[in-house]
């Protein structure tokens, strides 16, 4: 069969297109149902292949040899030129090897007690709040926590002066490379420098209370041990991989159940059968659904970029060599079932749902936070529901903000209290 030609949205400059992509949320949905699950339009004056689609995702993947990371140039500026992300063939894989030895079976064993600790310390900042407060903010300055304590060392307040930098470094990731002062980019840079300074101090000081010991005496691909300044971006990109993903998939998590009472209810009828022992990983098969049906409508990677060396075929469409392609991962047909429109995890346990979900992204390059974030998110969700009762504020935006992650416009604002005062 003949493959047929790339549908293109026949955008010219991309300026009205870019606009969209920043402000439409369902603006690859749209574009979808006019193309098909394959069609290029330009971004940010870069010609974009967007995908979506088991059948096109699972061709993309196999085609791993015919392909090779990309993103945009204002995340590879801010990630630096030897970052993992930025790298491909040998060099790449030799980084991830020695980075992946942080999110091991054996390393996320070792982190489980200083994470529960950090849930404590999160329900308790929340009970004593006087007021409404952001979940949101209070989820990334958590999922930030996780990262700097496990990994790095550090205490509370080098934590709290690094994540300064690091929220104005994360927040300009995908935005126009424009290195004139007082821009979010030339922010985000002067941060960048900042922030790769403070990570060499602690490398060089050999703390061994984080899990750096795990990744001393890694190798590049030559076989040469890897120097402080390229240790220093690979952990600035673990930072990110281990933070964004997480913090996210807890706001959306907490978003659904907060809007779902009844959700939270059956959640909970099960937690509160047979609470763990502090420090153990919970094991639940409705915990397990309820994270899946997150991950299926909010995905904390909506996507992720590849360019294609040579010229390949995609669900039947020719897509031409030195193409970039952006992989959609919301589940093809959600918007034409009124039933996969609706939160329901009970779909993951009765054997209506079928799709395979890659809600961290898939192939050689699948985030490398994926490990840490999953065990968070069932850490916090067992550990915060046992202890403090969450009430919703009224009147507040909770549609999502998709870039760079999944987020609730308003920061999810709400009320605690004991569990203790959860029935009066």
């Known amino acids: 069969m003949t493959a047929k030609p790339l549908p293109s949205t026949a955008a010219v400059t991309g300026l009205k297109e870019t606009l969209d992509f ?44 015919s392909l090779e990371g990309w993103w945009p140039e204002s995340v590879k500026q801010l990630l630096g030129s030897r970052s993992l992300a930025n790298r491909s063939g040998p060099g790449h894989k030799a980084r991830r090897r020695v980075v992946g030895q942080l999110f091991s079976s ?25 007021g409404c407060v ?23 307040e080098s934590r709290e002066v690094l994540f300064a930098d690091f929220e104005i470094w994360t927040k300009a990731l995908f935005s126009l490379p424009l290195a004139i002062p007082g821009t979010p980019f030339a922010r985000a840079m002067a941060a960048r420098l900042r922030l ?16 750096l010991d795990l990744i001393s005496g890694g190798l590049d691909e030559a076989g040469i041990p890897l120097d402080d300044d390229d240790l220093a971006e690979q952990l600035l990109l673990l930072l990110f991989a281990g933070y ?25 009828s099960e937690l509160m059968e047979s609470p763990w022992p502090a420090s153990s990983i919970p094991q639940s098969a409705r915990l397990d659904a309820t994270v899946l049906e997150v991950m299926r409508q909010t995905p904390p990677v909506g996507g992720f970029f590849r360019r294609s060396l040579r010229k390949i075929e995609l669900a039947d469409v020719e897509v031409p060599e030195n193409s970039v392609i952006q992989v959609a991962l919301s589940p093809s047909g959600q918007m034409d079932s009124s039933d996969l429109s609706h939160f329901r995890p ?3 346990l009765d054997g209506s749902f079928d799709q395979t979900l890659l809600p ?65």
């Open 244 to 268: 964004e993903t997480t913090a996210s998939s807890l706001s959306c998590l907490f978003r659904a159940l907060l809007i779902q009472p009844e959700v939270m209810q059956w959640l909970l």
């Open 196 to 211: 790769l300074k403070r990570i060499k101090q602690v490398l060089q000081q050999g703390s061994n209370r984080g899990g």
């Open 134 to 156: 952001s979940l949101s903010a209070m989820m990334r300055r958590f999922a930030f926590a996780v990262i700097a304590t496990t990994v790095l060392g550090l205490d509370r």
């Open 106 to 130: 054996a390393a996320l064993v070792r982190y489980t007690p200083s994470i529960t600790g950090l849930i404590d310390e999160l329900a308790n900042d929340l009970i004593q709040s006087p």
């Open 360 to 424: 961290f992204g898939g192939g050689e390059r699948v985030c490398l936070g994926k490990a840490l974030a999953e065990l968070e998110i069932r850490l916090m969700v067992v550990g915060l529901l046992q202890k403090v009762k969450l009430q919703l504020e009224p009147d507040q935006d909770l549609s999502l903000q998709l870039v760079p992650s999944p987020s609730p416009r308003s920061g999810l604002m709400v009320r605690a209290m004991p569990t203790t005062d959860r029935h009066p």
């Open 22 to 65: 920043f402000n439409d949320p369902s603006f690859a949905q749209r574009r979808f149902d006019a193309y098909g699950d394959v069609f290029a339009t330009k971004l940010l004056a870069q010609r974009i292949v967007f995908i979506r689609g088991e059948r096109a995702i699972t061709e993309l993947l196999n085609q791993g040899d």
């Open 346 to 348: 009970q779909r993951h």
